[in-house]
């Protein structure tokens, strides 16, 4: 016989668990009662603040019920008897406050999702202008910061995120709507998954139906109203009106709650005031009145008493979370933008590599090219050497041909300076000549009419004389010669009046021809020595190419290599600074904590600010939308929340407006409905 007996295990039942975001199963003892199936989900998801959540189901009528924790969950008779049996984990309470009251971020995400979908079903009225803020938060909670480079067109048309009232209401395209939101969800950015659900759930409190459950009452006149349990007490409101209660009764008048089949009896605080007595249509409903009742009274008395010990540690814990949840956000951020501001820099550095290269190939290319030219370059430079040498020599020739010419010409100017002086006494002797000669052509004139008298008296005696008169004859044509012998001047001058003459234009034109043609050539030399001279200008020694090819091909292989080093130095510095950056994220201290607790109070003035300015785009986004409103679809709410607009009230100025007067008078003003 074994010394340990093992326990018997009971028999099990199935059952599955829907939260908000979950689906659970678990196998459960038929003796385990609600609070052991609650205390179960509860560890399973990391549930703390379970005071505001509750198993409901529905019952084998349709109505809805919540799983009452001190009885066993198998013989609670209103339980559907399926397998697996299904529960929904839900909100059963709302905080009145939730920004002040929720501590756990799995208590917010639950209540933001349940709200959520109450929004979206309708069951909660929310203004067209609401909705679309509401879904930009949503959009912020579920994908992060709008990022453009990853966002697509038509991403949040495909999401449910407005109701389907708001989308039948206006003229507007899902896409319409779609870009709407996107302008507010890029303005979320930075905000975390938690702070966007606590702005939703911050909104959404301040809408008229959120945390109000309604039952259909009776009052003894029979007139048909609605019950609205809340977590600050009960409303009272018209049939066709479920936004503005008629009447308040806060949970601190209210002393007892109890129900006698259809009839529910609520005493006050105030003995002087008569009961607050209505009906109800079914008889179901009231024990869910009753338990919704007694657990927002219980919740109410809780928050204005002292935090129990297990709060107040909680909420410790919640703060210092949340206080090393603002101080790993503040290093993401800070690490965030190092990050983004060293991608910025390394997409720089990218394209300026990107442009270093294409700098390089170009100037490969180039150097390819400077190459091919100095090779051309080479070749037209020892041509031109060689043209240069042959000029160089062409131009000594041509100089030292100058330089004879030079000569010549000195020779040829004397010369000509001797002929102009032998010109010149040549003409005065001509001058001379031409006078001698008139005077001898007289003379001669003179003679020859002697010689006529004397050929005249030589006739008579020609037949006589005849071989006399032949010499005579000869001795007559002679007769210039022999005259002009005696006087040897003429002969020895050189002077005729015709030969001379003809010697002395000879002598001229001899002397001339010969200048000339010493010119010519010397014209025709310096002609060649100035075409020599331009050869060499427009040619290219060897010392004009090297500077050239030195201009040409160095400035870029300068360039490519001030390239590469400057390349290498950013690389080097990029490493450097994000080394410095990731490795200088310290610890913060007590400085750090005190700027940290400065920029928290500086983010509420911001948020005070923002808060307006939200309005104030709230107001602008409504007044550009009513254009497109359909006002066949405006239903009886919608007239109703723009009328409370117009009159400048809203959720919390009409339950102050409500519960003003004493208990008896709000009860005989119920009674009256």
């Not at 678990?26 to 509860?42: E, H, N, P, R």
């Not at 809780?302 to 935090?307: G, L, T, Y």
């Given at each position: 016989?074994?010394?340990?007996?093992?326990?018997?295990?009971?028999?099990?039942?199935?059952?599955?668990?829907?939260?908000?975001?979950?689906?659970?199963?678990?196998?459960?003892?038929?003796?385990?009662?609600?609070?052991?199936?609650?205390?179960?989900?509860?560890?399973?998801?990391?549930?703390?603040?379970?005071?505001?959540?509750?198993?409901?189901?529905?019952?084998?009528?349709?109505?809805i019920a919540w799983l009452k924790l001190d009885k066993k969950v198998m013989d609670q008779p209103d339980v559907p008897k399926t397998t697996p049996l299904h529960l929904l984990f839900l909100a059963k309470f709302y905080p009145e406050d939730v920004s002040e009251e929720l501590v756990q971020e799995i208590t917010q995400h639950?209540?933001?999702?349940?709200?959520?979908?109450?929004?979206?079903?309708?069951?909660?009225?929310?203004?067209?202008?609401?909705?679309?803020?509401?879904?930009?938060?949503?959009?912020?909670?579920?994908?992060?910061?709008?990022?453009?480079?990853?966002?697509?067109?038509?991403?949040?048309?495909?999401?449910?995120?407005?109701?389907?009232?708001?989308?039948?209401?206006?003229k507007m395209t899902r896409e319409m709507w779609e870009e709407r939101i996107k302008d507010w969800y890029a303005d979320h950015r930075g905000m975390a998954r938690d702070e966007a659900e606590m702005e939703y759930l911050k909104i959404a409190q301040d809408l008229d139906m959120c945390g109000v459950n309604y039952f259909q009452?009776?009052?003894?006149?029979?007139?048909?109203?609605?019950?609205?349990?809340?977590?600050?007490?009960?409303?009272?409101?018209?049939?066709?009106?479920?936004?503005?209660?008629?009447?308040?009764?806060?949970?601190?008048?209210?002393?007892?709650?109890?129900?006698?089949?259809?009839?529910?009896?609520?005493?006050?605080?105030?003995?002087?005031?008569?009961?607050?007595?209505?009906?109800?249509?079914?008889?179901?409903?009231?024990?869910?009145?009753?338990?919704?009742?007694?657990?927002?009274?219980?919740?109410?008395?809780?928050?204005?008493?002292?935090?129990?010990?297990?709060?107040?540690?909680?909420?410790?814990?919640?703060?210092?979370?949340?206080?090393?949840?603002?101080?790993?956000?503040?290093?993401?951020?800070?690490?965030?933008?190092?990050?983004?501001?060293?991608?910025?820099?390394?997409?720089?550095?990218?394209?300026?590599?990107?442009?270093?290269?294409?700098?390089?190939?170009?100037?490969?290319?180039?150097?390819?090219?400077?190459?091919?030219?100095?090779?051309?370059?080479?070749?037209?430079?020892?041509?031109?050497?060689?043209?240069?040498?042959?000029?160089?020599?062409?131009?000594?020739?041509?100089?030292?041909?100058?330089?004879?010419?030079?000569?010549?010409?000195?020779?040829?100017?004397?010369?000509?300076?001797?002929?102009?002086?032998?010109?010149?006494?040549?003409?005065?002797?001509?001058?001379?000549?031409?006078?001698?000669?008139?005077?001898?052509?007289?003379?001669?004139?003179?003679?020859?009419?002697?010689?006529?008298?004397?050929?005249?008296?030589?006739?008579?005696?020609?037949?006589?004389?005849?071989?006399?008169?032949?010499?005579?004859?000869?001795?007559?044509?002679?007769?210039?010669?022999?005259?002009?012998?005696?006087?040897?001047?003429?002969?020895?001058?050189?002077?005729?009046?015709?030969?001379?003459?003809?010697?002395?234009?000879?002598?001229?034109?001899?002397?001339?021809?010969?200048?000339?043609?010493?010119?010519?050539?010397?014209?025709?030399?310096?002609?060649?020595?100035?075409?020599?001279?331009?050869?060499?200008?427009?040619?290219?020694?060897?010392?004009?190419?090297?500077?050239?090819?030195?201009?040409?091909?160095?400035?870029?292989?300068?360039?490519?290599?001030?390239?590469?080093?400057?390349?290498?130095?950013?690389?080097?510095?990029?490493?450097?600074?994000?080394?410095?950056?990731?490795?200088?994220?310290?610890?913060?201290?007590?400085?750090?904590?005190?700027?940290?607790?400065?920029?928290?109070?500086?983010?509420?003035?911001?948020?005070?600010?923002?808060?307006?300015?939200?309005?104030?785009?709230?107001?602008?986004?409504?007044?550009?939308?009513?254009?497109?409103?359909?006002?066949?679809?405006?239903?009886?709410?919608?007239?109703?929340?723009?009328?409370?607009?117009?009159?400048?009230?809203?959720?919390?100025?009409?339950?102050?407006?409500?519960?003003?007067?004493?208990?008896?008078?709000?009860?005989?003003?119920?009674?009256?409905?």
């Open positions: 016989m074994s010394l340990f007996r093992r326990k018997k295990s009971g028999k099990v039942f199935p059952v599955k668990i829907s939260t908000m975001d979950a689906e659970l199963e678990f196998s459960l003892d038929y003796k385990a009662t609600g609070q052991d199936l609650f205390d179960l989900v509860c560890r399973t998801i990391g549930l703390r603040e379970t005071w505001y959540c509750g198993l409901q189901y529905q019952d084998c009528k349709g109505y639950l209540l933001f999702l349940q709200v959520k979908q109450s929004i979206l079903n309708m069951e909660i009225y929310c203004p067209p202008e609401a909705s679309v803020l509401l879904a930009s938060y949503a959009v912020q909670a579920k994908y992060g910061d709008y990022d453009e480079s990853t966002y697509q067109p038509g991403m949040l048309a495909s999401e449910e995120l407005l109701p389907q009232r708001v989308i039948d209401q206006y009452i009776f009052n003894k006149k029979e007139s048909d109203l609605w019950l609205g349990v809340t977590n600050l007490g009960l409303n009272i409101y018209e049939n066709e009106n479920k936004l503005s209660p008629k009447i308040q009764f806060p949970w601190s008048e209210i002393r007892n709650i109890s129900f006698d089949d259809k009839k529910f009896i609520i005493k006050t605080v105030d003995k002087s005031s008569s009961n607050f007595t209505f009906y109800s249509t079914k008889l179901r409903l009231n024990k869910l009145i009753l338990d919704l009742c007694i657990g927002n009274h219980d919740l109410f008395m809780r928050r204005r008493k002292p935090d129990p010990m297990e709060v107040q540690q909680m909420k410790a814990q919640a703060k210092e979370e949340k206080l090393r949840r603002q101080i790993e956000r503040s290093k993401l951020a800070r690490e965030k933008q190092l990050r983004e501001e060293v991608e910025r820099e390394k997409v720089a550095l990218e394209q300026r590599l990107v442009q270093y290269q294409e700098e390089v190939r170009i100037n490969k290319e180039a150097l390819l090219r400077s190459e091919e030219s100095a090779e051309l370059l080479a070749e037209k430079s020892m041509v031109a050497e060689q043209e240069a040498m042959l000029l160089q020599q062409k131009a000594s020739e041509a100089e030292s041909e100058v330089q004879r010419i030079k000569v010549a010409v000195i020779k040829t100017e004397e010369e000509r300076n001797a002929m102009e002086r032998k010109a010149g006494e040549t003409e005065l002797m001509v001058h001379r000549m031409l006078e001698e000669a008139e005077r001898r052509q007289q003379e001669a004139g003179r003679l020859r009419s002697e010689v006529k008298h004397a050929r005249e008296a030589e006739k008579e005696a020609k037949n006589k004389l005849i071989e006399f008169l032949n010499i005579s004859v000869t001795e007559v044509k002679t007769s210039p010669t022999s005259y002009t012998q005696p006087n040897g001047n003429w002969l020895q001058s050189g002077y005729s009046p015709t030969g001379n003459e003809t010697f002395t234009n000879m002598n001229n034109t001899q002397v001339v021809p010969e200048i000339s043609t010493e010119l010519a050539a010397l014209n025709l030399n310096m002609e060649d020595l100035t075409q020599s001279a331009y050869n060499l200008s427009s040619g290219v020694p060897g010392g004009v190419y090297m500077a050239q090819l030195s201009h040409f091909s160095v400035p870029n292989l300068s360039s490519n290599h001030l390239g590469y080093a400057h390349q290498y130095d950013l690389s080097s510095s990029q490493s450097h600074d994000l080394s410095r950056h990731m490795g200088g994220q310290d610890l913060m201290t007590g400085d750090d904590m005190e700027a940290l607790s400065m920029e928290i109070e500086r983010e509420k003035m911001e948020y005070l600010e923002k808060s307006k300015h939200l309005q104030d785009q709230l107001q602008t986004f409504k007044s550009e939308i009513d254009d497109l409103k359909l006002d066949e679809k405006v239903t009886e709410l919608d007239k109703i929340h723009s009328q409370q607009r117009t009159e400048g009230e809203n959720k919390y100025s009409t339950i102050q407006k409500v519960k003003r007067g004493s208990t008896s008078s709000r009860v005989a003003f119920f009674e009256e409905l």
